[in-house]
């Protein structure tokens, strides 16, 4: 991405959702799933992917068709069960924390540090978040970014601007720990 616009990005998310990051660290593409194939060929062959279910259906597809083993993690009314991620063997969790697609859940704050604490036990274990509808609070302020609590690398932060400006212009963008 151009360099004066990721700048701009990194100020509007440090000042908006509390995302910690240079410039250099975000890479900008058209749209999410793009990202997820360029994410996918950075990260370990070997990377066991633990996706929400129900969860993102492309994200299912990308990582299917990059041939990487996926375990189907179930939620209750906090988000992604940790303790089934734990038990699955997977060592890359993708998570929707502000706005579950399609529960439309919001994940607690203990719920986002129980998985930032999983990713902190390996060297190979990230967290990918999702943050998808995350500007849509009307009624409150929007909860902080996993991404803006970790405090080892461990999060891969990706958003969109297709629901804030337009589907069409297929903008998406990730922070690279």
Request: net charge negative.
């Amino acid at each position: 991405g151009d360099p004066a616009f990721r700048q701009a990005l990194c100020e509007f998310l440090r000042e908006y959702r509390g995302v910690r990051c240079d410039a250099d660290q975000i890479i900008v593409g058209a749209g999410l799933e793009y990202l997820l194939n360029v994410l996918v060929q950075v990260l370990p062959e070997t990377s066991v992917y633990g996706l929400e279910d129900p969860g993102y259906l492309a994200a299912w597809q990308v990582l299917r068709n990059h041939g990487r083993q996926i375990r189907m993690i179930p939620l209750d009314e906090s988000g992604l069960r940790e303790d089934q991620l734990r038990q699955s063997g997977a060592t890359v969790a993708f998570v929707t924390p502000s706005h579950q697609f399609p529960m439309g859940s919001t994940m607690p704050v203990s719920r986002r540090a129980a998985l930032l604490a999983w990713a902190g036990e390996g060297e190979d274990r990230f967290i990918v978040e999702d943050d998808y509808d995350s500007e849509f609070r009307f009624a409150s302020h929007p909860m902080p970014t996993m991404q803006s609590l970790d405090r080892g690398g461990r999060v891969i932060y990706m958003n969109t601007f297709s629901k804030t400006l337009a589907p069409s212009i297929r903008i998406s963008y990730m922070v690279l720990p």
